[in-house]
């Protein structure tokens, strides 16, 4: 009933993990009517079903921002749906499940975007999956801002390759690729190229504090770059709390405030922000 009052007012619609009536979906969507963002990410009762194809198409002109967690299936069903959507700035597409098979799916998406800002992906596309992909983001380097990748298998040469490209990026995330030292080590001399970036963030990828070096002296070359955050296994740590800056030999940096589990550092215009945490192999 709130819906089918205020329904064209509402402007954003968050249905990421909401488990909704099949009997009243049909009301409900026909409700929302000139919405800019749209989250239906892992709906156990709606998936692509027609009411939520319809909810994206009757939306068309007005979406700024799609989040879409969806199975290889799934994407399929409805990327001709989201390709219709040509003013969307901002699109989140995946699911730990979904694989390569999805990639021209999700490149034949972005081609039809012409402003992007904002980019999300999820699942366990790899390196040769994410090829058609990369081209179409290289295509909307002058308009992306924020790009993140999660739990996906691409590899650090390819990230190293791709984010030089991206010349206006100021946001950036990777959660749950396994690059390990080494790895970081090529990414961070990628992004060191990004002078537009800002903000870092970094979860389960593999580190240890042996990367905290690496890490202070992009902070420090990087002019615009505020803050960074890592999360690193707790057991790889030589010292703890106030002691990390002085034992690690962090020479910019001294910490000022910490909490249980985690420890802030401060340099001079920047911030690294650690989280201790348990191993990789523990938290899965």
Known sequence: RILETYGSQV???????????????????????????????????????????????????????LDVGTSDEDIATLAPCIQECTRLTGIGIGHRSLTNTSAPAVAAILSGLHQLHEFSLTGQIDDSGFAMVAKELQRCSSSLVYLDFFWTRLSSSVLSSLLPLLDHLRE??????????????????ALRKLRSLEKLDFF????????LKDLEQLLQDVRNLRRCAVAMEKSSFPAVGEDIAKTLNLSSMKCVAKEPGDAIMYGRTFTLEINFVNSRSQRL
């Open 204 to 211: 389960d990828i593999g580190v240890t504090w042996q990367s």
């Open 11 to 65: 402007g954003e619609v968050n249905l990421n993990d909401t488990d909704i009536d099949k009997d009243s979906t049909s009301t409900f969507v026909a409700s929302l009517q000139q919405i800019k963002q749209l989250k239906v990410a892992n709906l156990p009762t709606l998936r692509p079903s027609p009411d939520v194809i319809k909810l994206i198409r009757q939306n068309k002109n007005s979406l700024r921002y």
């Open 172 to 189: 950036f995330m990777l959660i749950g690729n396994e690059l390990g030292d080494d790895g970081l080590r090529e990414l961070l001399g």
